[in-house]
């Protein structure tokens, strides 16, 4: 998921002890985050789900994540127009995209905190 060179170059001036807290806060987020973002789609919460998705989307944007950042910009886009078809299914892709950006950043982690 995570283009390795290019996580290299965004990173570059970034000491390694930094670049392992960034994506230890990450991982550490992520349930509460896609907790918020399930519960903007089942509540059909539209405000929430705008401002939640778009934060996401900044978010693994970070980490050159194209995917989840992709994902997260249509649900911010539904959220704005509050078109509810198709939502619950859009949250499980971004759902699933997300975890595979944690394993891909649990590897990157080690990497650096060798």
Do not use: C
Request: aromatic residues 10%; charged residues 30%.
């Amino acid at each position: 998921m995570i283009d390795r060179a290019k996580f290299r170059e965004q990173f570059k001036y970034y000491d390694n002890e930094l670049i392992v807290e960034v994506i230890d806060v990450f991982i550490n987020e992520l349930p509460k985050r896609l907790s918020d973002l399930q519960s903007d789609v089942e509540n059909k919460d539209f405000g929430r789900l705008m401002q939640n998705a778009h934060s996401f989307k900044g978010l693994v944007g970070t980490f050159l994540a194209t995917e989840p950042y992709e994902i997260s910009g249509v649900l911010e886009e539904m959220a704005k127009k509050q078109e509810e078809s198709g939502l619950p299914g859009l949250f499980s892709r971004l759902h699933s995209a997300s975890q595979d950006l944690a394993k891909d950043l649990l590897e990157i982690r080690t990497e650096y905190s060798a």
